[in-house]
């Protein structure tokens, strides 16, 4: 199945090798306090929030302004930039997004000296690449960044495009054939086509995109598009205002899910419930003015994904299995009716995805350890895939049309790189895909796995990476703790060329399987939400515990790093135990959760985090709320708390008010900064050079602040 989400502050500190004093941008404070719940919330800090009015505005600049400048003085960025850009050049070819019609392949590649990747087809696996799209020549001036969908009969190219990091756009049409684009632009949305449809176009739809406009991810719609009419001529399919009983609620995506070889087609409410509510129709009311939607799952059914072929639904629930079960089910039928086909045991069901005649069956352990099946939908037969390959096995048919697969596989100190293989024939080899190449000094490279025992004897699972020649073990070497520990995912092992800076410097990059995540099943992601949240950054800190008693390092080198969801985490580990580290680098962070609701993509988290309206759900929602935590008088650890202004999934006011309460509270003498890119979104900039830049400033800050030779010293 497939997608057609108040005070002046003086704080005084050592810059580069003299110390430097430096007094902080002024920031106000209102008084503005809650109460909920009996509990009494101060928010100081909330005029922030108001990020058109222009004195806020202002005040975002400044300290913009003032963090520039004393990044700017840190010496030794500028040769880390240009590591990463070699390290860069090493693999030479970037391939992503590859999917297959009839015989031609279409993939986004990015070449070493390019800013972004393009878009291009090849015929046949020995075919030459023919650029198809190239998002910096679209419009003059303008950088997009662009996801596509092919049609089925592969003339027809749906373009996806957005700027800045906004991830809202508009989509356009391009034929293949003659290189023209069909003369609409469907403003405001994002989607892909009816899958083996040509020139049917399935989207989602939104009211603008201002990222900053909270009714904007409220109330879409779901719409069905004919490549060259109008968009007045768009059929509204899945909505709450066309499907009111439904109860399809403001803040949830509609969207649908339809294969080629399923005879129904699934509306799903999009949210981060990991559980999934959706609803069936026959195909053929696609055709209808309004569609006869049927109860397919609740909530409660724990229906993780699904699969059709046919009648048949194979469906992945956590219901009666920790590790999950693969079911299947015929329709038209109730889903009490499925019967379990295949169980996750020790391993858990991770994923299915499915190929013209197989099901592809993807399992893990821990998060770390892979391994897949396949099922042979003729005969329900269920064997194993066999593949040469260890760490990060992701096997994805290039279509549901043919049994070939690209298989994308990486450690935590083995390069990722493309396979192909065949379902019906086993056949296995490099593939179209695959670039030979090695990185200098990753011979040298040893990941360690381990289990630390939680506050509570659970074992949390840690990775350490570190280059075995420059590894002390005597608390010398320092390290970089990352974690995220929400929404039931899991962080499974990958290859980050950019952290090699780091390791060839002696850095240990250690990677912890907190609770939130998925690594141990759905009790493991259901012990770290909402109520349960504080396993998450307690895990965290028992990790940290580890490194520093093991003489990894120590704690006046131990940075700790995390992003999005993942801010939770860092806040509430250094507001809990400043103590454990030097570092702290929450990157575009929900650092304000009793206020993170307020914001345009607030609503649509509450299944995972909670909402302030349940007094249960506010008090996990306040003991993870990290600026509610920041302690005037408390020696804080050196902080770099970046945000991009174009984000539109964790607001920027939630790390610009956790920055300013850090600014205000914290007298270690570290230095607490706010980065902001206005160039950016949630996921940075749009070119290599913008993702560099700031790589490089958030890497020589950790190695300034640990006192590394070359960058500065304490």
């Not at 981060?272 to 109860?295: C, M, Q, R």
Request: one cysteine or more.
């Amino acid at each position: 199945m497939r997608y057609l989400i108040i005070a002046l502050v003086v704080l005084c500190f050592s810059a580069c090798n003299n110390p430097i004093s430096t007094n902080y941008p002024v920031t106000k404070t209102e008084d503005s306090t809650d109460v909920l719940f009996g509990q009494t919330v101060k928010d100081p800090y909330r005029w922030l929030e108001h990020l058109e009015i222009k004195d806020v505005a202002d005040w975002y600049k400044t300290q913009a302004k003032f963090t520039d400048s004393v990044l700017a003085k840190i010496p030794g960025q500028d040769k880390m930039k240009k590591e990463l850009v070699d390290f860069d050049k090493i693999k030479g070819i970037k391939y992503s997004s590859i999917m297959k019609r009839g015989e031609r392949y279409f993939f986004d590649k990015r070449l070493p000296d390019e800013e972004i990747g393009k878009i291009y087809y090849r015929d046949g696996a020995e075919g030459r690449d023919v650029l198809i799209f190239d998002p910096l020549t679209y419009e003059k001036d303008k950088v997009y960044e662009a996801s596509y969908d092919i049609s089925a009969d592969g003339k027809i190219m749906a373009l996806n495009l957005s700027e800045q990091g906004k991830e809202i756009g508009f989509m356009v049409f391009k034929d293949l054939a003659n290189g023209t684009f069909s003369p609409e632009r469907l403003l405001y949305s994002g989607g892909g086509f009816l899958d083996g449809s040509n020139d049917i176009v399935m989207y989602n739809k939104r009211k603008n995109d201002n990222v900053h406009d909270r009714s904007n991810a409220l109330n879409t719609q779901f719409k069905m598009h004919k490549v060259g009419d109008t968009e007045e001529k768009d059929k509204d399919v899945f909505s709450r205002a066309k499907y009111p009983a439904l109860n399809i609620l403001p803040e949830d995506f509609p969207y649908i899910l339809t294969s080629k070889n399923c005879n129904y087609i699934f509306g799903g409410k999009g949210n981060v419930n990991s559980n999934l509510e959706a609803f069936v129709a026959s195909k053929d009311e696609l055709e209808k003015t309004t569609i006869n939607w049927k109860p397919f799952s609740v909530y409660a059914d724990e229906v993780k994904n699904f699969v059709g072929h046919g009648d048949d639904i194979y469906f992945i629930t956590s219901k009666g299995n920790n590790n999950n079960r693969l079911v299947k089910m015929t329709l038209p039928g109730n889903i009490n009716s499925g019967k379990e086909i295949f169980t996750g045991g020790d391993w858990k069901i991770e994923t299915i995805a499915d190929a013209k005649d197989y099901l592809v069956i993807t399992q893990t352990k821990n998060g770390v350890e892979f391994k897949t099946k396949k099922l042979e939908f003729a005969t329900g037969k269920i064997e194993d895939i066999i593949l040469p390959l260890n760490g990060t096995i992701a096997v994805s048919p290039l279509s549901n049309q043919t049994n070939e697969c690209v298989i994308w596989n990486g450690s935590w100190i083995v390069p990722g790189n493309f396979y192909s293989c065949d379902l019906a024939t086993g056949k296995f080899e490099n593939g179209p895909f695959y670039y030979q190449y090695k990185y200098p000094g990753s011979e040298n490279l040893v990941v360690e796995e381990v289990e630390v025992p939680a506050a509570d004897s659970a074992l949390v699972p840690l990775s350490i990476v570190y280059d075995k020649t420059k590894l002390m073990r005597d608390g010398s070497n320092i390290a970089l703790l990352q974690g995220y520990g929400a929404y039931g995912i899991s962080m499974n092992p990958y290859f980050n060329a950019n952290e090699l800076v780091l390791l060839e410097k002696g850095v240990v990059v250690a990677h912890a399987h907190v609770r939130g995540g998925g690594e141990k099943g759905e009790k493991w992601h259901l012990q770290g939400m909402k109520d349960t949240k504080p396993n998450t950054w307690k895990d965290f800190n028992k990790c940290a515990e580890y490194l520093i008693s093991n003489k990894y390092t120590t704690a006046e080198k131990l940075g700790c790093t995390s992003a999005s969801a993942g801010g939770i985490l860092i806040g509430r580990a250094i507001t809990e135990r400043p103590d454990l580290y030097k570092v702290a680098i929450p990157k575009v962070g929900a650092l304000n959760t009793t206020r993170s609701e307020f914001s345009p993509n607030g609503p649509v988290n509450t299944p995972e985090f909670g909402t302030i309206a349940n007094e249960k759900e506010f008090k996990g929602l306040y003991e993870m709320d990290a600026l509610q935590h920041v302690t005037p008088g408390v020696k804080y650890p050196a902080q770099l708390i970046t945000t991009g202004f174009n984000d539109p999934r964790v607001s920027s006011w939630e790390p610009a008010k956790f920055a300013a309460a850090m600014q205000a509270s914290s007298i270690s003498g570290n230095p607490v900064l706010l980065y902001v890119n206005y160039k950016g979104g949630h996921f940075g900039g749009s070119t290599k050079s913008e993702q560099f830049d700031e790589t490089a400033k958030i890497y020589a800050f950790l190695l300034w602040q640990c006192g590394y030779n070359g960058f500065g010293s304490k």
